[in-house]
């Protein structure tokens, strides 16, 4: 989170998605009570000897890093002996055979009913005190073992581009803890909204990271560490199959009964794709274009259909197919700004009744959908919580920019705002005027402009402003 006026710019970007040890055990596994829904709670250490029990953590955590990196040679044996069909790295194998990735990991000091903001995460992360489990495993060898086993990324979330679903296939996971049953790795989360209601058990979306430094993943050197966390996480392995923006659902998932309380002990997490028997489609995500036609209509994947229609073919793919349709929308050039927010409208009571539809990135040259939906309370700039400029196209069509300056005096508890306007006679001289009025670090815009206004009469203005004020909101005026 960060401050000043790039958070109130960047907060309208927000506005617009609400409505995101693998060693072979030496010994006997520990008995499954360890690891039962009435966990034996962690040893409290007394204030005085905090630091000498910060210590025993810290020196604990180091022996299993060694153990890791010694049974790193068995591991290479196994390999061996099926060359080309299994991998091995510090902490993680994968058997291409078997379709599935196993990783060592061991619990935190979480205990039943603390916040998870993450259900995995990794050895350097730094955030084992919301974390189920940790791994000594990196994410760069994680996902190396997971493409090696055929479990191909999808991509994570990203707000600057308008993606606030997480993309890719679905992958269960399962976590045995010190030697107990193997469970589903959403049985140790329970929704705590929801009187502790179960996590759903849906699988992981795979999204697979992004590229870091040297070709690593970038996991491994920015962001939380994160491998699989209970919200949408832009720099993640996995994320969960909804939309989840951290700022929603903080504090409401919570460590589950099954967590022991008790850091350290030993955990095998195992990765395996979904099931998709036939006569399910191989693959989960499936493109789907939705363009509004000049004449109002809609065309699905490029052939036309009637609105309800439209919504009944995603509603098959989702419930018959068990499909995530991510659905890019556009619209032609002659469509009317009214047209597309009804048909933005209807996209978005979709979007939000939960049945499964997806709204994708925009593509390049259109604005996200949600764009035509401000909230009419913006109308009164004195309802505004900053003054981005507003670009105004009059019914003549006369093209202006207007610039709202505030200026706060005394006590009062709302500026006085002081209004400028600018008459532009080309998209050309937009970006000019943008530089010299716009707010610093203010990427917003503000469209004004009549419903029968034709979206090709108002795209190269926005077209122009899209690198330096990307966010925009559409008004009927």
């Given at each position: ?8 710019g960047?907060?309208?970007a ?12 030496a ?8 690891a039962?829904?009435?966990p034996?709670p ?6 005085a ?17 060694a ?9 290479l ?8 069909r ?12 078997a379709?599935?990735?196993?990783l060592?990991a061991f ?5 039943p009913g ?27 060898d994680?996902e190396r ?6 479990m ?13 679903w997480p993309?890719g ?12 049953a193997e469970?589903?790795l959403?049985e140790f989360?329970?929704d705590?909204?929801h009187d502790?209601a ?8 795979h999204?697979?990271g ?5 070709g690593?993943?970038l996991?491994d ?11 949408n996480?832009?720099?993640?392995l ?5 939309l ?17 309380g ?25 493109d ?14 490029g ?14 793919m989702v419930v018959?197919?068990?499909l ?5 929308f ?6 009317t700004v009214?047209a597309?927010?009804r048909a933005a409208a209807?996209l978005?009571a979709?979007e ?9 990135a925009p593509?390049?040259?259109?604005p996200?959908y949600k764009?035509?939906?401000?909230d009419d309370e913006?109308r009164?700039?004195?309802n ?14 006369a ?17 006085a ?21 716009s ?16 979206w ?14 990307p ?7």
């Amino acid at each position: 989170m960060t401050a000043s006026s790039l958070a109130r710019g960047l907060a309208f970007a927000a506005l617009m998605a609400s409505p995101g040890a693998f060693a072979e055990p030496a010994s006997e596994p520990a008995p499954a009570s360890a690891a039962s829904s009435s966990p034996a709670p962690a040893p409290a250490a007394p204030a005085a000897e905090e630091e000498d029990w910060d210590a025993m953590i810290e020196r604990r955590r180091g022996e299993i890093d060694a153990a890791e990196e010694a049974a790193l040679t068995k591991a290479l044996e196994w390999v061996a002996e099926a060359p080309g069909r299994r991998f091995a790295a510090k902490g993680v194998r994968a058997d291409r055979d078997a379709g599935e990735v196993t990783l060592s990991a061991f619990t935190t000091s979480l205990r039943p009913g603390n916040i998870a903001e993450f259900a995995l995460i990794t050895f350097q992360s730094g955030h084992e005190y919301e974390a189920i489990f940790q791994t000594v495993a990196s994410a760069d060898d994680i996902e190396r073992a997971l493409a090696f086993a055929g479990m191909a990324p999808g991509r994570p979330v990203s707000a600057p581009v308008f993606r606030f679903w997480p993309r890719g296939e679905r992958v269960s996971v399962s976590v045995s803890v010190d030697g107990g049953a193997e469970r589903a790795l959403e049985e140790f989360m329970v929704d705590a909204r929801h009187d502790g209601a179960p996590f759903p058990v849906e699988g992981f979306v795979h999204v697979g990271g992004l590229p870091g430094p040297g070709g690593t993943n970038l996991v491994d050197s920015a962001g939380p560490g994160s491998i699989v966390p209970s919200y949408n996480e832009p720099v993640t392995l996995f994320d969960v199959p909804r939309l989840a923006p951290q700022s929603d659902v903080y504090e409401s998932v919570v460590a589950s009964k099954l967590v022991p309380g008790r850091p350290l002990l030993p955990a095998t997490v195992r990765f395996r794709p979904e099931p998709r028997p036939a006569p399910l489609p191989p693959h989960r995500v499936r493109d789907v274009a939705l363009r509004l036609r000049a004449d109002g209509g809609l065309a699905l994947d490029g052939a036309a259909v009637a609105p309800r229609d439209a919504l009944e073919a995603l509603r098959r793919m989702v419930v018959e197919d068990k499909l995530d349709p991510f659905v890019s929308f556009s619209w032609d050039g002659d469509a009317t700004v009214a047209a597309v927010r009804r048909a933005a409208a209807l996209l978005l009571a979709a979007e939000s009744a939960g049945a499964g539809i997806r709204v994708d990135a925009p593509p390049e040259g259109f604005p996200y959908y949600k764009a035509f939906l401000p909230d009419d309370e913006w109308r009164d700039r004195a309802n505004r919580y900053t003054q981005p400029c507003e670009l105004r196209f009059a019914p003549d069509g006369a093209v202006s920019l207007v610039a709202i300056s505030e200026k706060w005096e005394g006590e009062s508890l709302k500026p006085a705002l002081s209004v400028e306007e600018f008459s532009l006679d080309s998209p050309a001289s937009l970006p000019d005027a943008l530089a010299r009025h716009s707010p610093p670090n203010n990427a917003v815009l503000l469209v004004f402009a009549p419903g029968e206004k034709r979206w090709s009469e108002i795209e190269p203005w926005l077209s122009v402003s899209r690198g330096t004020h990307p966010l925009v909101r559409i008004f009927i005026d």
